[in-house]
């Protein structure tokens, strides 16, 4: 079995930013040439998150809404005498740092419409994903 890991950084480009890696990941299982395994990708910050979902530019928009509805930035939050970000923080909680992928026949398992993307809550920033595949 094999275990590779890969470091990447990109820089978000506004405050609420939704990258896309898909790419990114795709060109590392291609590179590691793993046939049957799992791909994680995990982000070691607070204020960012990874998730699955189609790449429509209205969803983006209704996930940024929806967010905005469930943590709003001005929350008089305990955290904004520090550092001004608790929503950030706080939206990372309810998604997630990581994502783990079954690979099969040297392709990601994604769904047709489905795409891999970074979450930026406090940008814009240098931000850093880490891909790690194994499997055979």
């Given at each position: 079995m094999k275990v590779i890991t890969k470091n990447f950084t990109i820089e978000s480009r506004k405050?609420?930013?939704?990258?896309?890696i898909t790419n990114s990941v795709e060109d590392v299982l291609r590179e590691v040439e793993v046939v049957e395994g799992l791909v994680t990708i995990f982000t070691p910050h607070t204020?960012?998150?990874?998730?699955?979902?189609?790449?429509?530019?209205r969803l983006m928009d209704d996930l940024e809404k929806m967010l905005e509805k469930l943590v709003p930035i001005k929350g008089n939050y305990f955290h904004d005498n520090v550092d001004d970000n608790a929503y950030a923080h706080l939206r990372s909680i309810l998604l997630s740092t990581s994502i783990s992928i079954p690979v099969s026949g040297g392709k990601l398992l994604l769904g047709t419409w489905q795409n891999i993307f970074?979450?930026?809550?406090?940008?814009?920033?240098?931000?850093?994903?880490?891909?790690?595949?194994?499997?055979a």
């Open positions: 405050k609420i930013d939704f990258i896309d204020t960012t998150c990874l998730f699955i979902n189609e790449d429509e530019k970074l979450a930026e809550f406090d940008g814009p920033r240098k931000r850093t994903y880490i891909i790690q595949v194994m499997g």
